[in-house]
Nanobody, 119 residues
Framework: HVQLVESGGGWVQAGGSLRLSCAAS????????MGWWRQAPGKQRELVAAISSSKSSTYADSVKGRFTIAADDAKNSMSLQMNSLKPEDTAVYYC?????????????WGQGTQVTVSS
C-alpha cells in the first residue's frame, strides 16, 4: 500500500502564493496517478489537479493558469504550486494516490492540510 503525508498549508492574502508538498512511502512503484483534491466547508471534495506516471497532468478549470502540479520521482514526492490565490481557494487540501494492487486499483489519502486565503 501507499502512505501519504501533506505539508505546506497555511494562511495567505489574496494574490499570494503557497506550495503544498506530498511525501509518499510504501509501494511507490505501484502508483498510477497522484492528485490534489480540496474540500471547502459545506461543499463536496473536488479534484484540483492530477498527474499520471507518464507525467501527463490535468487541472480543474478554476485553477488553470494559476496552479502547477509536479512529481519528483527521486524524492517520492508531489507538489502543488499555487499562485494568484483567491478567497475561493480556501479549503482543506488532500493528497491522493491511485495504485495498482492485485490486478485492481487502490486509493490512499493524506490527512489534509488547511489553506486559507483572506481577501
Amino acid at each position: 500500500h501507499v502512505q501519504l503525508v501533506e505539508s505546506g498549508g497555511g494562511w495567505v492574502q489574496a494574490g499570494g502564493s503557497l506550495r503544498l508538498s506530498c511525501a509518499a512511502s510504501g509501494d511507490i512503484s505501484s502508483i498510477n496517478t497522484m492528485g490534489w483534491w480540496r474540500q471547502a466547508p459545506g461543499k463536496q471534495r473536488e479534484l484540483v489537479a492530477a498527474i499520471s506516471s507518464s507525467k501527463s497532468s490535468t487541472y480543474a478549470d478554476s485553477v488553470k493558469g494559476r496552479f502547477t502540479i509536479a512529481a519528483d520521482d527521486a524524492k517520492n514526492s508531489m507538489s502543488l504550486q499555487m499562485n494568484s490565490l483567491k478567497p475561493e481557494d480556501t479549503a482543506v487540501y488532500y493528497c491522493n494516490a491511485i495504485f495498482d494492487i492485485n490486478l485492481s486499483r487502490g486509493s490512499s489519502w493524506g490527512q489534509g492540510t488547511q489553506v486559507t486565503v483572506s481577501s
